[in-house]
């Protein structure tokens, strides 16, 4: 066989390969839109800090939203996975309204069921809300409980529990920002206060405050509780 009919026997060869696997893929798209299969219609990620801060992120809506609650205990050997319960109870009570919206515009559309995917990077705390793991604090119990009679209200919804990476969660990089924007104005308000001391300390000033005051060039008095 020459040259020339080797090359064209490859070319013939790859040119059949590459017409299976179009018709591959274009069955395997067409079958998925047919049968209108979706892993989620709605993720959410949610996390929890032992600061007192938790949060969830709305992939849908791209809505987010960061609440303040008291902070855990230092050292508590389940302060941390109460947050990230916390994180996953406020995260169904903020976005249901949200929830039954989409879930009516899906039924009037006569599509699926309306799925709904809370993604958390606490492992056992999925794991506990899964059914996988025991829960044993009185605390986490109290909010599990809280939790299933909010999915009681949602028979309408498919909810799912499932973990992913820290890197990966929206919600915990919020919390991350918020926590860098507060250390970096706790470090400024710190150096003005040196600063306005130092220059108090200059003029022979000792102001009777108890906490932590900055004196303004017009004679203002900014206080930083």
């Not at 705390?125 to 044993?136: H, K, W, Y």
Request: proline share 1%; with cysteine.
């Amino acid at each position: 066989m020459g040259s020339f009919a080797v090359h064209r026997h490859y070319t013939n060869m790859i040119i059949v390969l590459v017409n299976l696997l179009y018709r591959t893929m274009t069955y395997t798209t067409t079958t998925l839109l047919s049968n209108r299969v979706h892993l989620s219609n709605i993720m959410i990620d949610v996390d929890g800090s032992p600061s007192g801060y938790i949060a969830w992120y709305n992939h849908y809506t791209g809505t987010s939203r960061i609440r303040m609650i008291r902070p855990a205990v230092k050292n508590d050997k389940f302060g941390v996975q109460r947050m990230e319960m916390l994180a996953i109870y406020f995260a169904l009570v903020d976005n249901r309204l949200h929830f039954r919206r989409v879930s009516k515009r899906l039924e009037k559309k006569r599509q699926q069921q309306l799925i709904i995917d809370v993604r958390s990077d606490s492992k056992s705390t999925v794991e506990q809300l899964q059914g996988m793991s025991e829960i044993r604090d009185t605390m986490l119990r109290r909010i599990c409980r809280a939790i299933t009679k909010l999915l009681v209200g949602m028979t309408y919804y498919i909810i799912l529990f499932n973990h992913l990476e820290r890197t990966r969660n929206i919600a915990g990089l919020l919390l991350e920002q918020r926590r860098r924007k507060q250390k970096e104005q706790f470090i400024v308000f710190d150096r003005i206060n040196n600063m306005t001391r130092y220059r108090r300390e200059r003029l022979g000033i000792f102001p009777r405050f108890g906490h932590l005051s900055v004196l303004l060039d017009n004679n203002m008095m900014m206080q930083v509780y």
